[in-house]
C-alpha cells in the first residue's frame, strides 16, 4: 500500500513558475511509475508527466515538453514536477500517481489527493 501527499500547488501568472512535490510512503515497487496528471473541470483526467524508479527514463504529455520537468529524490521517496512557463491551459487539479502504467490509468494506482495549480493571465 502506498500513501501519496502532495504540495506545492497554487496561483501563479502565465509566464511563471511552480514546483510540485509528492512524498510516497510505504512500499513503491522498483518497477512501478511515478508520475503526475492533472484534470480540469468539465475535461478528463490527463497524463503529464512520470518518471520510473527501477530506471532512470522520463515521459511528458506533448503540451508540457519543454517546460515542465519530473525528478525524483528516491532517499525522501519524493518526486517533483517543475513547471516552468506556465500557460492558463495548466490550470487543473494536479494528482500525483503511483501504478504499474506510464501515461495510463489502472485500477492499482494509488493516487494523491490533488493540488490545484491556477495559472492567470
Known amino acids: 500500500q502506498v500513501q501519496l501527499v502532495e504540495s506545492g500547488g497554487g496561483l501563479v501568472q502565465a509566464g511563471g513558475s511552480l514546483r510540485l512535490s509528492c512524498a510516497a510512503s510505504?512500499?513503491?515497487?522498483?518497477?512501478?511509475?511515478m508520475g503526475w496528471f492533472r484534470q480540469a473541470p468539465g475535461k478528463e483526467r490527463e497524463f503529464v508527466a512520470a518518471?520510473?524508479?527501477?530506471?532512470?527514463?522520463?515521459y511528458y504529455a506533448d503540451s508540457v515538453k519543454g517546460r515542465f520537468t519530473i525528478s525524483r529524490d528516491n532517499a525522501k521517496n519524493t518526486v517533483y514536477l517543475q513547471m516552468n512557463s506556465l500557460k492558463p491551459e495548466d490550470t487543473a487539479v494536479y494528482y500525483c500517481?503511483?501504478?504499474?502504467?506510464?501515461?495510463?490509468?489502472?485500477?492499482?494506482?494509488?493516487w494523491g489527493q490533488g493540488t490545484q495549480v491556477t495559472v492567470s493571465s
Open positions: 518518471i520510473s524508479w527501477s530506471g532512470y527514463s522520463t
Open positions: 510505504g512500499r513503491t515497487f522498483s518497477s512501478y511509475t
Open positions: 500517481k503511483n501504478g504499474p502504467t506510464i501515461a495510463t490509468m489502472t485500477r492499482n494506482d494509488y
